[in-house]
């Protein structure tokens, strides 16, 4: 199953729908929200859990959950690289995360030229969610090391290179340090968590 950029986030709705295709995998391209989508219906769609247990009743997705492929076309949440998901209520408003090592993606396509489309405020958006994940990683408790270098590595591209990529989007040395900051950032939220700066 393909989501684009334009698609919306997970709703009650989306995975059961998705239950007949019988997929054996599931391909999430976009941002964010289609990062986190796709791994959401791969966890769901397999099992006879709906995706409000999910949230509200802390269900785990199984051994079940379908192997996920993740192409960002933005550079900001790290979804490509990190356990989890965030599933929206929209009768509520309430957003909760699931999270388990069954959602890491099998395989993560992080080309920057499909960042080279986002606009001005976009990329202005999604940079920034790129660098407070770099300072949260950074300061959180559960930092290592290693989370340390790669948050520091992170600011200093983004605070490089955000200014140039929203000076000219078709910079390409601009969105691949975007790119590399928000993959990496992934995998740093997947090792120390996140912290008040998320909030």
């Known amino acids: 199953m393909m989501f684009t950029p334009t698609q919306p ?34 966890a769901v769609a397999p099992g006879n859990h709906a995706a409000a247990d999910y949230v509200y009743q802390r269900a785990q997705p199984g051994a079940n959950t379908l192997p996920v492929i993740a192409i960002p076309a933005t550079a900001d949440t790290g979804s490509e ?3 989890s998901c965030m599933i929206s209520d929209p009768g509520r408003p309430y957003k909760g995360a699931v999270r388990s090592d069954l ?3 099998r395989y993560a396509v992080v080309d920057p030229l499909l960042t080279h489309s986002a606009g001005r405020e976009l990329t202005a958006q999604t940079g920034f969610d790129a660098l407070t994940h770099a300072v949260e990683s950074y ?22 290179f955000l200014p140039v990529a929203l000076a000219n ?3 390409a040395r601009a969105r691949e340090k975007l790119s590399l900051a928000s ?10 968590g996140t912290c008040l ?3």
């Open 81 to 83: 690289m990190n356990r």
């Open 169 to 171: 989007p078709h910079h």
């Open 9 to 42: 986030p997970l709703t009650w709705t989306t995975a059961p729908r998705a239950r007949p295709h019988r997929a054996e995998l599931v391909i999430g391209l976009g941002g964010g929200s289609a990062l986190d989508c796709a791994k959401a219906i791969a």
């Open 103 to 105: 959602l890491f993606p």
């Open 139 to 160: 300061v959180s408790p559960k930092a290592q090391p290693i989370c340390d270098a790669l948050a520091l590595q992170a600011i200093q591209d983004v605070a490089e």
């Open 197 to 199: 700066p998320h909030r």
């Open 183 to 192: 993959a990496t950032m992934g995998i740093n939220l997947s090792m120390a």
